[in-house]
């Protein structure tokens, strides 16, 4: 038996004829029906445009399980369980007259079940139809009941502070914040939520977390991967709307948030909010030293050519838009106080790997002589968000022989030999929680705003003054030589992720 069992829900997918539902969503729901984690009274109702019928809506989603699940092709068995769960509802979603026709099918369901259920609303939709969508559930009396009743919104939340602003405006006077779960999927990954299991979970670190221990922090997240088939969403968003203002900026504030007193939502989320609040404004006449932005021209990716970002799908030829990132930040507070954050994502890169990489400082005093020294490095702790999930720290030892020399060695853990099995996929965890009404892991209004403001220096620089040198890196280099020089100007260098050292 579980230890968590949610309760009867019905669960309404917008938009569910599209590519999230298909790859992620349903596959993810699959695996928690295969856990037993789905209460035994669960629906999903997808809702879009195209006219289906249930039967080939589930037709549909059993191949995206086909291809996506990370437990492979389903038993035929286990598939039709599942499946008996699955309806459909073709509807326009700005057609006020859809949402009565929503209603008259969950009341339905209820009947038949003889419960009353938890209904839960995923918006996996382009964000222009997210206002009418939460406008037509509103005036439908869809949304009113405020403990029954909650709505997942996907990102991009937002395309600036200001319509971020909005956006959390209109949604808060239809819905409670208590409502509103924002998914962020990096805080869905195992080894992101870790991060606070490392730090909070064990006595040794924490005393050395801030600025008396630590040299700076490096966080990377990149990407093999172009753009593939999203040009059209991509070059609106960019990597800094993309990749930083989410989920990069979610895993500075899990490396840089106080303890919080309890694990409760409320308590992560301010403590998150905290740090954010905390990053020294980017000043505006400085954001070339702070900020890098580069575009991929054509390259080699492990042993194949690849495009230019502007010869992709639905790309202008002339587009500035950025597919990589640099940054740097400070933190204004007594533990990070003059510690610098650096960090970068990008598409295109020489390989897929996310890390986060604490530098230590040197120790205060070498005891040893010059020549014991040769190979010394100060400590270093790598966390690998993925792809080869576990924490790795580097530290000094002697070297066997008659000379006292040091020399580094690592010791590290990783997911697959510790636990010999594969984590869950975030979407698993992240729709759980909306199944549980646990909000811990989804972004509060203040949160996404506040991530908004740490950027909005370097979104009105770069929006005023188009690049003049792109595409300014090759596909499968670690960006531009600027991003380089950012963090060599503080007499520093990136640590070129090795991971794949550990496997
Ligand atoms: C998404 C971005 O949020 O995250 C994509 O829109 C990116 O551009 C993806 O590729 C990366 O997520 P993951 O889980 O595959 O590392």
Same mark, same amino acid.
């Given at each position: 038996m579980n230890s968590k069992q949610p309760e009867a829900s019905i669960l309404t997918i917008f938009g569910a004829g599209g590519d999230l539902s298909w790859r992620k969503l349903v596959p993810a729901l699959f695996n928690l029906y295969l856990e037993e984690? #789905? /209460?035994?009274r669960f629906y999903i109702l997808g809702v879009d445009l195209k006219s289906m019928t249930k039967e080939e809506f589930a037709s549909h989603l059993r191949e995206g399980v086909d291809n $996506?699940?990370?437990? *492979?092709k389903p038993q035929d068995k286990e598939w039709e369980g599942f499946s008996g769960k699955i309806g459909y509802l073709p509807a326009d979603f700005t057609d006020a007259k859809a949402y009565a026709a929503l209603g008259k099918k969950i009341e339905e369901i209820e009947k038949d079940w003889d419960v009353t259920a938890n209904h839960i609303y995923y918006q996996a939709t382009p964000p222009s139809l997210v206002e009418p969508i939460v406008e037509n559930l509103g005036s439908a009396g869809l949304i009113q009941d405020k403990i029954r009743t909650r709505m997942v919104f996907e990102k991009p939340f937002g395309h600036n502070l200001e319509s971020a602003r909005q956006l959390n405006d209109m949604i808060t006077s239809n819905l409670d914040e208590s409502q509103i779960f924002r998914i &962020?999927? $990096? #805080? *869905?990954?195992e080894t992101v939520q870790n991060i606070l299991a490392f730090r909070f979970g064990n006595a040794l670190f924490e005393p050395v977390w801030d600025q008396r221990y630590i040299d700076h922090v490096q966080i990377t997240v990149a990407e093999t991967l172009g753009v593939e088939h999203r040009g059209k969403y991509y070059e609106h968003a960019g990597a800094l709307r993309d990749m930083v203002q989410n989920h990069l900026m979610q895993i500075l504030c899990m490396v840089t948030m106080e303890p919080p007193v309890s694990f409760s939502d409320e308590e992560i989320r301010n403590k998150k909010v905290d740090v954010l609040n905390a990053v020294h404004p980017i000043p505006d006449d400085q954001i070339n030293k702070f900020a890098v932005r580069g575009q991929y021209d054509a390259g080699m990716i492990r042993g194949d050519e690849v495009v230019a970002y502007r010869q992709e799908l639905d790309v202008k030829p002339d587009s500035s838009t950025e597919s990589f990132v640099a940054l740097k930040l400070l933190i204004d507070n007594w533990r990070w106080q003059g510690v610098p954050f650096y960090l970068r994502t990008g598409k295109r890169m020489p390989d897929d790997i996310s890390e986060v990489i604490i530098q230590f400082k040197p120790v205060p005093h070498q005891t040893f002589p010059a020549s014991a020294l040769e190979d010394w490095q100060p400590n270093r702790l790598i966390i690998n968000i993925q792809p080869h999930e576990g924490i790795q720290l580097s530290i000094q030892a002697k070297q066997p022989g008659q000379d006292f020399r040091l020399g580094t060695v690592d010791m590290h853990f990783t997911y697959k030999e510790a636990f010999k099995s594969s984590p869950p996929e975030p979407y698993e965890t992240l729709l759980l929680d909306v199944l549980l009404g646990d909000a811990t892991l989804f972004m509060r209004a203040d949160q996404v705003e506040a991530a908004w403001r740490v950027l909005a220096p370097v979104l009105s620089e770069w929006e005023n003054t188009p690049p003049? &040198? $792109?595409?300014?890196?090759? %596909? *499968? %280099?670690? *960006? /531009?030589k600027a991003a380089d020089q950012l963090i060599e100007n503080d007499g520093r260098k990136w640590v070129v992720p090795h991971c794949a050292e550990i496997e």
């Open positions: 984690w #789905l /209460p035994e $996506f699940s990370r437990r *492979g &962020d999927h $990096f #805080l *869905g990954k003049s &040198d $792109f595409p300014n890196y090759q %596909a *499968g %280099a670690w *960006g /531009p």
